[in-house]
């Protein structure tokens, strides 16, 4: 069941990746890019677009992710600590923390992908997407990370 739920998870993962990094890409790209650059191409794709299906990916995601926490800490944390990965430990800390972050963001980046565009709300936009993405590499690396050392079924 661990292991089903796991799979789960990085598979929404996956899917909250792709979606944030293409809307990042799309938001931070130039608007003066060449249209059939690859830039181009990002910019022609409108970012409010992925918005709902990033929160609802996160969300997902995140839930998810504190069902197997439980198996994480009864199963696996214990060898990671009797082998002293205490570095890969700490950045998995790391994770919780921003992720819990990134759940506290979410209801505003929702809120600023839904408000018309002007000069500061357009900087505030780019900002909570970057952040947002940033949360949710940091998580899917040290998440693959993680389970690559110790992973389920030691």
Known sequence: MATALLILHGLVAVSLLGAITHQTLATCASPRAMPYSFFGRFRAVRGAG????IVVLYLISWLLGAVVYLYFKVD??????RDHHWYILG???LKEDFTA???GVLPAYWSCWHQPVDGRSYQIRTALTLLLTFIVWWAFLVGHVMNNIGGFGW
Do not use: M
Request: glycine residues 12%.
């Open 50 to 53: 992925f918005t709902n299906a």
């Open 76 to 81: 696996v944390q214990p060898g990671l600590e």
């Open 91 to 93: 950045f998995f800390d």
């Open 101 to 103: 972050i990134g759940l």
